[in-house]
């Protein structure tokens, strides 16, 4: 099994993300902004980092690389399991492959800091993740407000799409451990086989760094992949 | 064009005039400017520097390079160094800074070595508008380390109305490399190809070095002021890249990175340091605006540009990699055997020198041993009266502004990408685990107030500050960079108070045998007459042994003994505290340095061989606030029960406050005391029991003196908006 | 073909919020100034060839719609300049 | 009193450089524009009571000076709406 960690110009998170594939027992390869072909791999991650420097709006540029079309036709034609990270959810959004946006934090100001999250929904590319589970990982942006439209918060919820929240240590949701002024403090969002959020589960893979949750969430994921959920090529 | 156009002297016009034997046109002038520029020559300060310790037996190269490099381990370098970006932080916080971390980041990239860290130490004024610099700095440098993906690990901030139009950034980076993967600037051979590779210039910071750092702040400063330079973090990601990827294919014969000064430096010190000559083609280099004259493309301090040094064969390589990642490459000339910098515009010759002549025969300040000896002589200073001890006086102290939480600031930095950082910024010092090449602790401090009435006393006291850190890890040092950063030199008191400061730091340095492999020193540091503190930021690398478990800085488990591990002296001179209490600064204790390696050899054998619970130096505050840190980490469910032998409530202010050189405060089971007193007085030592760790969120001192941990931890981390205490 | 300079104005839907803008008027209102409202939008100054000045527009307006603004919150406006 | 709105213009002095403009032309290109500059800048719109368009447009040049431009790097105009 082949997972391709997607990297663009500006991309900083990508030898983070290959050394944790690596430390789960799975092979990663690069796959560069200008290729026109995925269909080889059997799930892909893009990674974090400042995508042509964040440049215009977080993720926009990358978003009209010639890889994400690649990206797409894989999410459509095959159902290829995504993960969006940090930078890469930002991507994920401006390429209109999960639904909303991520703006700047409401306070202004890039915010690194350990974070609790929440699962809020199941999904059966993270088996082993249930709803309530938290999880303790790093997050590190300036720009991860997550907006939704009026009207729409709802039906992401209804749909199962609003992964993952931001609470507070005991796993409480509530306005003040919400650090970017996301909507529901959403932190993660799924649709179908593209899933992202904004917390680096690649930093948090031993506890001497502090976590070990991040381990956690990529492992799940990685058994969703090899369960081939609704996907052939393993 | 006139001397002073290029900030020069008439008499360094004349020698210039002796050493060309006819008069330099305007371009030649202009290079001269630029290199005989304080900033570039450390024409005031290198005899002072001189006389620092350099060699040390893991030392792989020392000051003259871009940076130090230390051996971490056999099959891994280590190359770090400080840098200042003071002046452009003042008038464009934000760029100043940012431009600042991608200047010392190119400095460590031009050894070969991939940056994985940065730290930056800043002193701010204390007044509103200083505040506002703080924020804009700081947004400068996450701007630039987080994008580009160094993590910013630790640092240290100061605040006094000594820096309110004169704030300092000091950045400091470290690298690592394979030793055979070395590089420099000094091994270009001549016949090579010259490639300037990165950002098209443009007038963005012309006479940065030799106007604007080279001079004091006054009305006339608004007029010079160049075009600011931006930093483009996405580019100089780039740019590493591409540069990184042509060392590791041993594609480049030198490297040299473009700071102050701009292609000028860079050419005429690539040339210099390998004795060849460089023959450069100006029309050639690629430009962001029309029109630039040969004079402002040669003193241009565009940023995110890189010099490489390619022989013919490689060359089609080196241009294909940039072009890989859409990095400009252009060849611009060629290295001669001449020893000459020969600059061509559109064909025509405009301008042609000895690299010598730029580089080295710069006139400097010599320093004869009378002056040097003179240095350390303590200064007559008074202390004044010391408070009566109250139990205030800790909130106080703790919502002042040396004293109060830094996280408000890191966490606007990313600490923690490339996933090495297992002590941050929350920490004293970082610990970043290098896998099977072991751990790399760094540390970074050098209080202003220390050295603002005995420079002596505060060079070394940061010095040993920053290896007393490493040796509470059990880190063993490898080597240190000093920023200085003073004020006028061509005034008698801030030339002498810089050098007492380098004297304190060459001594302590040497008695700790510790060599100094690199640093940076920022002068004119003086507004309308009025110099800064003399500070020297100091920034120890060490290796740590076991990287993936150091040593807690907690206050350990409940029921532990909490010692105060000291050095005998109780002197609050230049404390935090005393600040605070009484608004004077006095001078700071000095120490004797002959036992200073026995008692930091003692403390990291013991850390080594047998773990405290908790360990952590004695830090801004003294023992009282470094209780309150120890006690933040643990969290409200701990607490404290101590006492202290001093009846005499002056004598508990300064055992409570003081910050003397080489304390720590431990925690250790309570039935090892003895054990532990035994073997660290053996060294020489004191250890004093102030109490144990109790549950319950109070610290209780004397059974009569009292604070809750709510109360503490709110004033602590107080935002910085908040200054009105300190107006 | 001659060369035309075009301004991609994009601000955010009146609709969302603008914690930027608020922040700015608080400081605005700090300093002593009395306003209503601030709302930070991006100016985006092209220089494009094209063979008129309308057809300058169009391609302004195409690369607005396929990258300059992001429709989910924003709207935007283009304006060739003489 | 009336309330007007204006708009000040930010941008960046034409001899600074602009990392996001290039970017971004760089990926409109990349996109199959023909694009030959970009430059991007900040558009606030206020919103303020003044007693004629001329004295609003007064205090937004202020707020402009004092705020909302850096005038070490950038320039501005102001224009008040009808
Ligand atoms: N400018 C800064 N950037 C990053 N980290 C910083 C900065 N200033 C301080 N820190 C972090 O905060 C820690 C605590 O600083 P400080 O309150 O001065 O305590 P201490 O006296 O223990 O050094 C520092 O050791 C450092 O890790
Ligand atoms: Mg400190």
Known sequence: ?234 | ?727 | MPAFHAVVTVELKESILDPAGEATQGVLKHMGFSVDGVRIGRHIRLTLEAETAEEAGQVAGRMAEELLANPVMETFRVEVLA
Request: hydrophobic share 40%; net charge negative.
């Open chain 2, 1 to 727: 064009m006139h001397a002073s156009d290029v900030g020069l002297t008439e008499a360094e016009y004349q020698r210039i005039e002796a050493l060309m034997g006819r008069a330099p046109n305007d371009l030649e002038l202009g290079l001269f400017g630029a290199l005989w520029s304080e900033h570039c020559s450390y024409k005031n300060s290198k005899a002072l520097l001189s006389r620092l310790p350099h060699e040390g037996p893991h030392v792989v190269s020392g000051p003259g390079g871009n940076a130090g490099v230390v051996r971490l381990s056999q099959d891994l370098d280590v190359a770090f160094k400080v840098e200042s970006h003071n002046h452009p932080s003042y008038v464009e916080p934000v760029q100043g800074a940012a431009t600042g971390v991608g200047g010392i980041l190119r400095d460590i990239i031009a050894m070969g070595a991939r940056p994985i860290a940065v730290a930056d130490a800043l002193r701010f004024g204390t007044d509103r508008h200083s505040m506002a610099l703080l924020h804009g700095v700081v947004k400068g440098v996450g701007l630039y380390g987080n994008a580009i993906g160094v993590p910013t690990v630790t640092g240290d901030i100061g605040f006094s109305d000594t820096y309110r139009a004169n704030p300092l950034v000091n950045v400091l980076a470290v690298g690592i490399r394979r030793p055979e993967h070395a590089m420099g600037a000094n091994t270009a051979k001549p016949g090579q190809v010259l490639v300037l590779l990165g950002q098209r210039t443009g007038r963005d910071g012309i006479h940065g070095a030799s106007l604007l750092a080279s001079r004091d702040f006054d009305e006339q400063s608004h007029e010079l002021r160049p075009t600011v330079q931006v930093g483009d973090p996405f580019l100089g990601k780039l740019l590493m890249e591409v540069t990184l990827k042509c060392v590791e294919e041993g594609l480049l014969a030198a490297l040299q990175d473009l700071g102050a000064a701009g292609l000028t430096s860079a050419s005429a010190e690539l040339s210099e340091s390998s004795g060849v000559g460089a023959e450069i083609h100006l029309d050639r280099v690629p430009l962001r605006e029309a029109g630039l004259t040969p004079y402002e493309i040669m003193l241009s301090e565009t940023q995110e540009r890189m010099l490489l040094v390619v022989s013919e064969e490689n060359l089609e390589r080196v241009l294909a990699v940039a072009q890989d990642f859409e990095v400009l490459a252009t060849e611009i000339g060629r290295t001669t055997e001449s020893g000459e910098l020969h600059l061509f515009y559109e064909g025509a010759e405009c301008a042609r020198l000895r690299t010598d002549w730029l580089v080295d025969q710069a006139p400097r300040r010599s320093v004869d041993e009378p002056f040097w000896e003179g240095l350390a002589q303590a200064p007559k200073t008074e202390s004044g009266e010391v408070p009566k001890f109250r139990s205030e006086a800790l909130l106080e102290v703790a919502g002042s502004l040396d004293a109060r939480s830094r996280a408000s600031v890191y966490r606007q930095y990313d600490y923690m990408i490339q996933t090495r950082t297992v002590y941050g910024p929350d920490r004293d010092l970082a610990v970043l685990d290098l896998g099977e090449d072991g751990g790399l602790a760094l540390a970074v401090d050098g209080p202003g107030r220390w050295a603002a009435e005995d420079g002596y006393a505060g060079g070394a006291g940061a010095v040993l500050r920053v290896l007393a850190t490493l040796a509470a890890t059990g880190a063993e040092p490898l080597g240190i960079t000093d920023g200085v950063n003073a004020g006028n030199p061509d005034k008698t008191d801030s030339y002498r108070a810089m050098g007492a400061l380098i004297r304190g730091v060459a001594d302590a340095a040497r008695a700790a045998e510790v060599p100094v492999t690199g640093g940076n020193v920022s002068l004119h540091n003086e507004t309308d007459g009025e110099s800064i503190w003399p500070t020297g930021v100091i920034g120890a690398a060490g290796r740590h042994p076991h990287p993936k478990s150091p040593v807690p800085q907690n206050l350990g488990k409940v029921g532990d003994a909490i010692l105060l591990i000291h050095s005998g002296s109780r002197d609050w001179g230049a404390s935090v505290a005393e600040r605070v209490l009484t608004g004077r600064v006095s001078a700071y204790p000095r120490t004797d340095l002959e036992n200073a390696k026995s008692r930091l050899k003692a403390m990291t054998e013991w850390v080594r061989e047998n773990p405290p619970h908790a360990l952590r130096v004695l830090g801004d505050g003294g023992l009282g606030m470094t209780l309150v840190r120890m006690w933040a980490e643990s969290g409200p469910s701990f607490g404290l029960q101590l006492s202290l032998p001093e009846k005499d409530l002056q004598e508990k202010t300064r055992l409570f406050f003081n910050e003397a050189p080489l304390q720590w405060v431990a925690a250790i089971p309570m039935d090892k005391l003895a054990e532990v007193t035994r073997r660290l007085e053996a060294s020489g030592l004191a250890i004093l029991l102030l109490g144990e760790v109790t549950e319950g969120g109070m610290m209780v001192l004397d059974g009569r003196y009292q604070w809750s941990y709510a109360d503490l931890m709110a004033r602590w981390r107080k935002p910085y908006e908040e200054v009105h205490d300190e107006l």
């Open chain 1, 1 to 234: 099994m082949q997972i391709g960690v997607v990297t663009f110009p500006g991309s900083n998170c990508d030898v983070d993300t290959v050394k944790a594939l690596t430390d789960l027992g799975v092979q990663a390869v690069v796959i560069d902004y200008r290729n026109h072909r995925l269909d080889y791999l059997s799930a892909a991650i893009i990674p974090g980092g400042f995508s042509y420097g964040d440049y215009l709006r977080s993720g926009a540029l990358a978003a009209r690389a010639p890889v994400m079309a690649a990206l797409r036709d894989a999410v459509e034609e095959q159902k290829l399991p995504v993960l969006g990270i940090c930078n890469g959810f930002q991507i994920l959004t401006e390429a209109g492959l999960l639904p909303g946006v991520l703006r700047p934090n409401r306070h202004g100001e890039f915010r690194c800091d350990w974070q609790t999250l929440r699962v809020a929904a199941e999904s059966p590319y993270f088996p082993g993740l249930r709803v309530g589970d938290r999880l303790r990982m790093p997050i590190a942006h300036g720009e991860g407000a997550y907006y939704t439209p009026p009207g729409s918060l709802q039906a992401l919820f209804q749909a199962g799409q609003a992964w993952l929240q931001y609470t507070d240590d005991q796993g409480q949701l509530h306005a003040l451990t919400n650090p970017n002024g996301s909507v529901a403090n959403l932190a993660g969002i799924q649709q179908g086989s593209v899933a992202a959020l904004m917390p680096h589960p690649e930093r948090a893979m031993h506890r001497y760094l502090g976590s070990d949750d991040g381990h956690k969430l990529l492992s799940a994921w990685i058994d969703g992949i090899r369960q081939e959920v609704g996907h052939a090529r393993v």
